[in-house]
Each structure stands twice: as C-alpha cells, then as structure tokens.
C-alpha cells in the first residue's frame, strides 16, 4: 500500500508539472507567426518574465536539401572554346570554363557574357552528364549576360523570382561550377542589395546584391536562389585580392537578369530605357540646400535638352524620391529600377522641388531620344568582320523612305573597313536580299561563306554604293 501511494503521488507530481507547462505556453507564452508565401520572414518571439528574444527566420524551410535538389540540377557546366593561333598545332583552343542556368525547358540558358566572350564554340554538360552544343541566342555586355540555346527538351529548369523581395539578412544558395566542381553548393546571407563595385563597363547598370555565400572561378553564370529554389540572381563576381573568394560575391539581380533576357530573346538585343539625367546621391548638405525633410532620394544635377525629362517637367536640382512608388534611396537603385523599363514605357517620378512633393508621369526613350524600339548588334561574328549595327529609327525610316540596317562603327584594319565603308552607311540589300532589320541581316550573316556584297546608300551622299568582302 505505501509504494502505490507512493507513486500515485509521483504521478499526480508530473501531471501538475506537464499541466502547468501546457497553460503557460498556451496563456502566457507570447508567439507570433507571420508567414508570407514570397519571400517570407518568420518572427517568432519567447517572453520570458525578464527578459524578451527575438529569432528572425528566412524563407521556410530553413534548411537547403530541397531548394538545393531542386536548383542544381537546372545549373549547368559550361566549356567555351577559342580559336588561338598555335605553330605546332592546327587548330588550338583556349578554353573558358563557367556555370549557365537552364530557364526553359526547352532549353534556354543564361550565363555571363564574359564566360563566353569571343567563343567559337559552346558545350554544355548537363548535372546528369548528357553534352550539348550550344548556339549564342544574344549578349549584352553592359550588363556580363548572354543567353544561348541548346536543342533539348523537358529539361528541370529555374523561375526567375522577384529580387525585390529579398531582404537583408535572408539565407540564400550559390550553385554553379567551381574549379571545375560540378554542382557544387554553398550557402550564405544577403549581405547588402543595390551595390556598385565598379565591374562593368556602364557604371549605370551596376546594382548587385551581395552576399557572403563562396563563389570561385567558375561560378560566374550560375544560381544565386532562395530557400524555396527561386532564382533570384546570376552569380557574377567577387572581390578578391587573392583572384579567390575572401567573404564577398556579387550576383545580378533577377528582376533585371530577366528583362535583358526577355529582350535578348525577343530583339537579340536589350532595350534600354532612358530618362536624360544625370543624378547624385542625396547627402545631408544636399538635403539642407534643398530645404528636404529627410536624407534620402537622388538629386539631378543637369538634364539632358528635350529628353524623357525634360518634357516631363523635371528640372535641375529636384530630388527624385520614388519610381512607380518604390522608394529610390541611392543611384544604384534609381539605375536599377530604371533599367527595368523598354523605351516607350510611362513611370510615375515622385520628387522634391524647394521642399514640396511633385508628381510627373515619364515616358522613357531609347539612346537617340525616341520611344523606338531600336536594335544594336556587337555580336562576335559582326566584330569578326569589324562592323557594329542597328535598326533605323520610325524618324530615320520617314526621312529616307525606306527599311534597312546603319552601319555605327567600322574598325579599323578589319574586312569591313579595306572596303572603305564608313560609319553611317544604311545597307538595304545583302547578297540582293532585301532586309528590314538586324534580325534579318544576323540570319543572313550566320549562314554565309565566302564572298558577301551589301549595297545600300549614305544619306549624305547620292547614289547607290556597293561593298563585296570575304567571310572568312
């Protein structure tokens, strides 16, 4: 009788303790979940009678095994070859070595232009081994991105997610090929969004998102994804004193990966929107000079005549503050934003003058100042030949009366320019085909050999002027 009244008593004892820790966590406990489908942060905080903590978690789930499976099998190996001239070998080849990202599953990849800069050719090695030639669909190299194309179907490919969304703070994967590593995986923080780190040639379209996962030679093109597997960037640099990793990588991010290459799909060239100003970050005297409430926005220092602007009505020294109502705190971010737009498009512009809040709606231009679509081309077998190129503008297509592709620039000592073509030069005709645009003479240009004549005219000059070269 003592030992089971002994344990009734122990067990009435661990009743009471469970039962109490059940009421406290349910009355007293506070809890707070907020969950987000996209880009999601948890905040989950324990009161405890003297103290509070708080635990702030990324997109669920925090860990990487599923967005990791998923990401890496999209990522793919690529190989570019360069012809180089070599006395004991025919034909040598310097070999580039770098990450791409399948985006279609029929097959469309995305990578850095200077992973496949000059290439004569492009193989491809898929995560489960299978090889593929891969043909150059287009390059922007303002901003290191190229997309190609291989033949292939049902292939796992990447969503390109909003990067506008990813907070600082948040864990994210970097994937791609490292050393040679095929599919390999490292894992890090946003470190800072919107940086300028002074890599690529148009310091207006710098506007990275940081972080300290590793990336190494050979990461470039590859995946900078969430949690949940969403892509939102493609690696592309570091700084480095070594040449390796020391705790800082840089991607590109996805909303503007993805606009160039939609462009690169649609145009095989990017169309880039211009508002005609030339900005500066708002610092404190700025702010004081310009009677601001706040220490934020960029401040225009000068406006281009008759650009998207200036017929707006923005002036000098307004301070930008917002783009269709995102918050623009840094010229990198006015540049990022800004970039996401084609010619043609209308933003809204909030801004500062003398210290009232105005609103302009502006309809951004091309580089000649129109709302055009216009195609410029600088692809490998045009500088093969010597020669960039463009579309005729609506004004330049009314003024001549005709369709056809400019000549913008001739390099020198090149085929195109020991036939004396200048600068300027309108080709309507190749090989006595007639053309309308760059899509038409890039077709036409990747399927020739040997001799090719363009006739066309300068608008400057009378007459019709005919060129023949050779193709090598």
Known sequence: MKSNSLFLHYLVTVLMIVGGIVIYDQFFNEVEIIDRQNSSIKNVSFAEPERKFEFFRSV???????SAARAKSAVVYITAYEKVNNSLYKDAYKREKGSGVIISESGDIVTNHHVIANADY????????REFLAEVIGIDE?????????????????????SDSLQVGEWILAIGNPFGLQSTVTAGIVSAKARSIDVLDNKDI???IQSD?????????GALVNTSGLLMGICTAIISKSGNYEGLSFAIPSNLARKV?????EFGAVQRAKIGISITDVDARLADQVNLPFIRGVYINSINLNSAAAVAGLKKKDVITAIERKPINSTSIFYEEINNYRPGDQIQVDFFRRGRRYTAKVILRNYLNTTDYITVRNDK????????????????????????VMIISVSKGSAIDKTNMEPGYVVEYFNDIRISNTQDFMSLLKNSTGEI??????????????????LQ
């Open 142 to 162: 303002s901003t290191d991105l190229a997309l190609l194309k291989i033949e292939a179907t049902n292939l796992p490919n990447l969503i390109f997610a909003n």
């Open 453 to 470: 004549t363009f006739r066309g005219f300068y608008e400057r000059y009378p007459g019709v002027h005919p060129y023949t070269f050779n």
């Open 206 to 208: 710098e506007s990275f």
């Open 261 to 265: 290459i939609i462009d690169l799909k």
């Open 122 to 129: 492009i193989e491809i090695t898929l995560e489960d081994k």
């Open 213 to 221: 996962a590793v990336i190494n030679p050979g990461s470039s093109g």
């Open 381 to 404: 077998i045009l500088r093969d030949i010597g020669i960039e190129i463009r579309d005729l503008n609506s004004k330049e297509k009314d003024r001549l009366g005709t369709v056809g």
């Open 60 to 66: 669920a789930p925090t860990d990487f095994i599923e």
